[in-house]
């Protein structure tokens, strides 16, 4: 047995090439750990022990690497650059040099030169590959294309050639030439994925009619695959078309595609694990489509469905936290605390410092009736990052239901303090616009708001508040008469509704969503439509709200469509259909999602127990309101108005105290009825002091001075 293992060490003969190999692996591993002079060493020794034989060209690279982490740029390129055109590390020495020419020098026509010169020295499809794609990275498609086309006139076989110059072309904004170019190829028998480009294209372009055709001549010529591929094809053409309908608004065939690309991706998942390659990726793409359907459905308000989705999708990917997110936050929207709670402590398992969780996590506990709970949660997570914008607004609305506005400035200022540069922060700007909105400055709301709308992640509810505060500047009771302030002198009394509502129409046209299948824009969308004042498109308003409500699933209630509808009543002078609506809500679970919109219900119902004289119901509904908002100014406003109707002067004026309070002391219309009430029950100093803070405010207000200032100077004087 010795024998034999001496005999093949004897026969075992160590080339040059295993020697150099060798030598490259132990430089390299020296340069990796940083010991650069081992490096010089072994290069000195590897030099002479292959001085002016061809084998010394092998050691370039390496050299030019440690100049290269010396930061010796043109030593690098110089040695690089002696590599001979024989040599086969040439095409190497050159991509390692346009790398350089990029990256170190900033020099793109350098860059673009080394590829240059590898096409000409050796003039392949690889090489012309190589030219082109490094003239795309540079943002020069046009001489890309002309590169892909020569390379493809020597290998007219290459799809993913021909892909790449249908790209270039789209990148160069040749539309209809990338359009022709797409059809063409796919005449001339091209594989499928250039049927899924021209699709994308048109589907970019908004050729949608075109755009079906393409697809469905596809999934029509061939509507049971069998084979993988083919499925897999399947699976984004259904995808896209329900992309086409989504944009469309056609919902209901929207969620048929994405149901008949679901049916064939989980065909694929099911085949035997040989017959796929990656089956976890497939998974992927069945959590995703699943997500979607989700989405579609929740849209129109069918929850069960969606949350059915939503699991589904979590079975293929149990770690994907995006989609863990998405169930909590339905749930959340649900009102079903419990289940929320369990899919928050999931992904908190995954990422204890997940900040969505937290968040989420607070919110169960405010919606608990543990608010004092979830403002610590929420602190301790500004307390680590005051420039958490969503802990952030999250803390304002909580201290502005709680009636601690002082508290909200302070999350303000603390995180101008941490980040002085926080004014021109997205976040920033919406949490600022919230807490003015909140305290009655529309004008200064709506530009905080502003500078968020062009965000992408804060602009698109920027947007929906601005349109809010466009429609309604005064935060009036839409549709309610009992508090009419019309002949009181109030900032934006003077505007035009009409200039409102086309304001608010062209901020809704910004949004990217489509009024046939986003719930809240279509919300929106007639909301606008109310607002117009004209009787027939208060009529279409009126039919869209109960449309909405009526294919919402049974087990859902869109308070935001029976707002509506019981706001087009009114304005239609049909009152008990207005309440009949309104009492929908009156035992719906309060949720954070839907708080603003059963504020106003409940506030509209109090308004029209209030005319007909019945107080008590009114009263009722106005103690609901307090309890989840007590900075709610129009319900201290209504029972400031009940109590002065039964002339209990010193609760009215309690009432308006708080309501002018939480307006900053800014609101001439609270004033005025606090100093009247003050005047009432003879606290005749605070009621002169009001007076003149409005007065200050508004000099063009003399209605408060002739009636109620110069009377309670004349009571002071007898």
């Known amino acids: 047995m010795r024998k034999n ?22 430089m390299d591993s020296y340069q990796q750990l940083g010991q650069l002079a081992e490096v010089d060493a072994v290069m000195r020794e590897a030099r002479k022990r292959w001085t002016d034989k061809t084998e010394q060209q092998q050691f370039v690279l390496m050299e030019a690497n440690l100049k290269l982490q010396r930061k010796d740029i043109n030593g690098a390129l110089e040695k690089l650059s002696s590599v001979p055109t024989t040599d086969a590390n040439y095409q190497i020495a ?58 493809l006139k020597i290998n007219p076989k290459d799809d993913a050639l021909a892909e790449k110059i249908g790209q270039a072309y789209v990148q160069c904004h040749f539309y209809t030439k990338a359009i022709n170019y797409y059809e063409a190829a796919l005449k001339s028998g091209r594989k499928p994925v250039m049927r899924m480009r021209l699709a994308e294209l048109l589907f970019q372009l908004e050729y949608y009619e075109k755009c079906e055709k393409v697809l469905r ?29 989504f944009e469309n608004g056609n919902w209901k065939e929207a969620i048929t595609a994405l149901e008949r690309a679901r049916e064939i991706q989980l065909s ?37 469905k969606a949350i059915d989705l939503y699991q589904e999708a979590i079975f293929f990917n149990n770690t994907d936290i995006k989609i863990m997110t998405a ?62 914008y969503h802990a952030l607004a999250r803390c304002i609305e909580l201290s502005w239901r709680r009636g601690n506005v002082e508290q909200a400035e302070k999350y303000l200022r603390n995180a101008l303090n941490m980040n002085p540069r926080a004014t021109l922060d997205a976040g920033f700007n919406y949490c600022k616009g919230l807490n003015e909105w909140y305290t009655g400055d529309p004008n200064a709301a709506l530009q905080a708001f502003n500078r968020a709308r062009r965000d992408l992640e804060w602009g698109e509810r920027a947007t929906y508040n601005m349109i809010e505060i466009c429609l309604n500047p005064d935060n009036e009771i839409i549709g309610g008469g009992t508090l009419d302030y019309s002949q009181d002198c109030n900032t934006n009394n003077g505007n035009d509704r009409g200039v409102g509502t086309k304001i608010a129409e062209g901020f809704l046209k910004e949004l990217q969503n489509r009024p ?60 008990p259909k207005a309440k009949a609506q309104l009492k929908r809500v009156l035992g719906h679970t309060w949720t954070l999602e839907d708080a603003d919109n059963l504020e106003k219900c409940w506030l509209l119902l109090a308004d029209l ?47 308006y105290e708080v309501a002018w309070r939480l307006s900053k002391c800014k609101n001439p219309t609270i004033g005025y009825k606090l100093a009247y009430n003050y005047l009432k029950c003879r606290k005749l100093f605070e009621c002169i002091e009001i007076c003149h803070r409005v007065l200050e405010l508004y000099p063009n207000y003399p209605r408060i001075k002739r009636e109620i200032m110069d009377k309670a100077r004349a009571n002071i004087r007898t």
């Open 327 to 388: 169930l909590a936050n339905l749930y959340l929207s649900l009102g079903k605390l419990d289940a929320c709670n369990t899919q928050c402590q999931l992904i908190l398992n995954i990422d204890r410092n997940n900040d969505d969780a937290t968040l989420m996590m607070a919110d169960l506990l405010y919606q608990s009736n543990e608010a004092g709970k979830a403002t610590i949660h929420f602190t301790q997570l500004l307390n680590r990052n005051p420039n958490q």
């Open 609 to 655: 127990y209030i005319n007909q004289g019945k107080h008590d119901q009114a009263s009722d509904i106005l103690r609901t309101v307090l309890q989840h908002n007590a900075s709610s100014i129009k319900a201290l406003e209504y029972k400031g108005y009940i109590c002065e109707r039964e002339q209990k002067w010193d609760e009215a004026a309690a009432n």
């Open 217 to 245: 001549q596809a999934l029509d010529a061939d509507q049971n695959p069998v084979d993988i591929d083919r499925m897999s094809d399947h699976v984004s053409y259904w995808s896209l078309l329900s992309k086409l309908y």
């Open 94 to 151: 050159r991509i390692k040099m346009a790398e350089i020419y990029l990256n170190e020098k900033k020099d793109k026509r350098k860059f673009a030169m080394c590829f240059k010169e590898i096409a000409q020295n050796n003039p392949s499809p690889m090489a012309y590959v190589l030219l082109g794609d490094a003239y795309m990275s540079i943002q020069e498609p046009a001489q890309a294309i002309e590169v892909y086309e020569t390379a």
């Open 516 to 575: 046939g299948l986003d719930h809240k824009y279509r919300l929106m969308e007639n909301f606008i439509m109310l607002m117009s004042g004209n009787r027939t498109n208060v009529q279409q308003a009126l039919t869209n709200f109960l449309s909405m409500a009526e294919t919402e699933d049974s087990g859902m209630t869109s308070v935001g469509a029976l707002l509506g509808s019981a706001r087009a009543y009114v304005m239609l002078k049909q009152i």
């Open 5 to 26: 293992q001496t005999r093949k060490r004897e026969n075992l003969e160590v080339v040059d090439a295993d020697r150099i190999a060798i030598y490259l692996e132990l």
């Open 268 to 304: 694929i998942i099911s085949k035997p694990p040989g017959e796929v390659a990656n089956l976890v990726e497939e998974k992927k793409l069945a959590a995703k489509i699943c997500c979607q359907l989700a989405e579609l459905h929740w849209n129109r308000r069918d929850a069960n």
